[in-house]
């Protein structure tokens, strides 16, 4: 069986309003996806689905992993089948410190006990890859972090968790370019056949530095077009009027 | 609700109850009680007259009304066990001396191991009896003593009498009275001038009788320049009859002495626990409160500090977990006497369900205490939509050169914090118990990390089912 994420007809709604209207969406194991589209057109939403957000409720279609119906499973029980979601912004949870987070996360991840060691090994790896000082670790999770410090600490869990399917939702916003360059290096790092990625973002910048295997277009609550690289450089230039209107007149 | 009581017996592991017949148990609140505890201890006539004096003054002080609804208990005085000796020899200094099945009560709560490892003396108390009681060579030698309160009594009578119920007299509260009479069991330690004992010493309380009410009376004397940190443990099994905990714990820091009393307290939730804990503190000394509170039905308990001498210090920190049928009214109080007096405040309380806690603290600062500063921080967490909790901070400030601080801070267990832990991997409980740790993390890392591991296990405990 072909291993893949597969999103079906996917309708999501919140608070009585319809946000997904029939998302359509593959991504097969081993290649990175950009997500793009303009404000309100739905990523975030359906990122946060996929995730398994409780806030929302899936009024039709399904969620596939690896041939595997994950619509109706808990947040958690997705995240330990290998899905990940870098949140746009990173909730802060005063008193955890990433250490001690870090290692139950990874416990759950793995399903079985972590040795010191091993641990410690995973995590001093991904700290390298982002430059990033050994003291972050005792510091408490997300909390006081700047912007940036929030963004690159959703890829130091991405690293040391090592998720066969990540989402980034707007990983780069926020970001200048320094860390922006490191931030897509992390994510770089974990490209193989064993690792995909689900890229939201607004803009091209990101793109030039994770570059994608394929473009999807989201708009009001649909993928609206599909392409290569190429796809994200065309809608940079000239923006989104002109697939709105393609895709009025389809 | 047999379903209930077995639910709450699950979830509460030290419920177990050891199959022991005391030896005597003196039920109902009488002088003739309050004599014959006296006699069986072999106590010097001032003692004796001492307790009576106490009943006196508990039967005519009010029951407190302005906290948690006692009026259940005001009818139930007469129906508690106020003295249960178990079948032993008195304190013994060695487990293998401690009749079988009470050696086993605290193997299964790990204290002989904890002995071994990380402490320097321990004390075992069984109902209203000290068991066992033994501290290392070394401070011995040093002169510092670590016995039961009675021994205290018998062999170091002058000392004893000299600080006892000095700090907290019998007139301080009805509670503190109905301790004075029929007090029994609990520790009394002193550390002799410039002895500074590294690792703590610990007491462990075990209520094992029905209908029980332990007074355990534990007096600490620092002597100047000393350093002590003293850690007490509580546990009773549960019984579908209510029981009383009415503790007395009075602490004398002498000039430059440093010293800590941690007690974590898990009790059943049908407990009263009742205690009043007292801290004298001199010139540059410094007293540490820690104070975690989890179970029981009520809790009324507010460490205080007298900041007496000039420079003197104090840190109050305290946890409280409230569940569905408990209220927890719990705080501190410190007392500036002194100038350039400094106090913290840090409270920490969690409710759940229908759980209550309240903070009621005082901040009292007399007119002689110059520069005299105090903050206090009291953050409650509540986890369900029914989950209450309240705050009663006092001030009393009679210098103008104070600094007093006071924040409070309600949040609720949120959404997007169990969200984003469970996208990790954690399970909604584990992700809920995680964030309650995080919450209390300030107070619990000043805890020996035996204690803290024991702690966040508890809490994991006491989190179990309480989301989704």
Redesign the interface.
């Known amino acids: 069986m072909e291993k893949k994420l597969e999103i079906k007809d996917l309708w999501v709604s919140h608070d009585d309003q319809m946000i997904l209207k029939g998302v359509n969406l593959t991504l097969p194991l081993g290649e990175v996806h950009a997500l793009m589209g303009p404000n309100g057109a739905g990523k975030s939403t359906l990122g946060k689905v996929i995730?398994?957000?409780?806030?929302y409720k899936v009024e039709k279609g399904q969620i596939l992993m690896d041939g595997e119906d994950i619509t109706v499973l808990?947040?958690?029980e997705?995240?330990?089948k290998g899905?990940?979601?870098a949140?746009q912004y990173?909730?802060?949870?005063?008193?955890?410190s990433i250490a001690n987070?870090l290692r139950?996360?990874l416990k759950?991840?793995l399903g079985r006990d972590v040795p010191v060691m091993e641990f410690y090994q995973r995590v001093q790896e991904a700290l390298k890859t982002l430059e990033w000082d050994e003291e972050i670790l005792s510091r408490?999770?997300n909390e006081g972090f700047s912007g940036g410090e929030k963004k690159r600490n959703e890829i130091l869990?991405l690293l040391v968790?090592k998720p066969r399917y990540a989402i980034l939702d707007e990983t780069d916003s926020g970001l200048d370019i320094d860390a922006l360059k490191i931030v897509a290096r992390g994510v770089n790092s974990m490209r193989g056949p064993e690792f995909s990625a689900l890229v939201i973002t607004h803009y091209q910048r990101l793109l030039n530095y994770i570059v994608p295997d394929v473009v999807h277009v989201m708009m009001d609550g649909r993928v609206v077009k599909t392409g290569g690289p190429e796809l994200a450089l065309e809608l940079e230039k000239r923006g989104y009027d002109w697939l709105k209107e393609e895709v009025a007149g389809a | 609700m047999p379903e209930d009581l077995k639910h709450i017996a699950d979830d509460y592991r030290w419920g177990f109850k050891d199959e022991i017949e005391p030896e005597v148990a003196l039920k109902g609140l009488t002088p003739e009680t309050v004599k014959k505890i006296s006699e069986m201890k072999g106590e010097p006539a001032w003692m004796t007259e001492f307790r009576l004096k106490a009943l006196e003054i508990f039967y005519q002080l009010p029951m407190p009304k302005w906290g948690p609804d006692l009026s259940e208990l005001e009818k139930k005085f007469d129906e508690f066990y106020y003295y249960v000796k178990p079948p032993s020899k008195g304190p013994v200094e060695s487990w293998d001396e401690v009749p079988e099945e009470i050696k086993k009560t605290y193997e299964r709560l790990g204290i002989p191991e904890a002995e071994r490892k990380v402490l320097a003396g321990v004390g075992a108390q069984y109902d209203s009896e000290v068991v066992y009681h033994n501290i290392k060579e070394e401070l011995e030698k040093k002169g510092v003593i670590f016995v039961s309160i009675e021994e205290g009594l018998k062999k170091h009578e002058e000392l004893f009498k000299k600080y006892f119920a000095k700090i907290v007299p019998p007139s301080d509260n009805k509670f503190a009275a109905l301790n004075s009479a029929v007090w029994s069991g609990g520790s009394f330690v002193y550390v002799p001038p410039g002895v500074e004992v590294e690792v703590p010493l610990q007491a462990y309380f075990r209520v094992n009788t029905a209908g029980f009410g332990q007074f355990e009376r534990t007096l600490i004397i620092v002597d100047e320049g000393a350093k002590v940190h003293y850690i007490e443990g509580c546990t009773a099994p549960l019984y579908t009859t209510e029981a009383l905990h009415t503790g007395v714990i009075e602490i004398y820091v002498h000039k430059n002495a440093h010293s800590r009393y941690t007690t974590i307290q898990n009790w059943p939730t049908n407990m009263y626990n009742l205690v009043t804990q007292r801290a004298i503190v001199e010139e540059h000394g410094y007293h540490m409160w820690l104070d975690g509170n989890l179970g029981s039905k009520v809790t009324m308990k507010y460490p205080s500090s007298i900041l007496k001498g000039r420079g003197a210090r104090s840190e109050v920190l305290s946890i409280a977990f409230a569940k569905t049928g408990q209220h927890l009214d719990t705080g501190a109080k410190l007392i500036h006497l002194a100038e350039d007096t400094s106090g913290q405040i840090v409270s920490k309380s969690i409710s759940k369900g229908e759980g209550r806690s309240s903070y009621r603290g005082l901040v009292k600062v007399n007119p002689k205490a110059d520069r005299a500063r105090a903050n206090v921080e009291c953050d409650a967490l509540l986890i369900d939509a029914e989950s209450k909790t309240d705050t009663y901070p006092y001030m009393e400030i009679e210098n103008e050169t104070a600094q007093i601080g006071h924040e409070a801070t309600v949040s609720r267990l949120a959404d997007d914090q169990i969200f984003y832990l469970q996208t990790r991997g954690l399970p909604e409980d584990e992700a809920a118990a995680l964030i309650v740790r995080g919450f209390i993390e300030p107070v619990s890392k000043e805890l020996p990390l035996e204690f803290a591991v024991e702690l966040n296990r508890l809490i994991e405990l006491e989190m179990e089912g309480s989301v989704g």
């Open positions: 995730a398994g957000d409780p806030n808990e947040p958690d997705r995240a330990r899905l990940f979601l949140f990173p909730v802060e949870v005063p008193g955890v987070f139950l996360a759950e991840r408490y999770l869990q968790l």
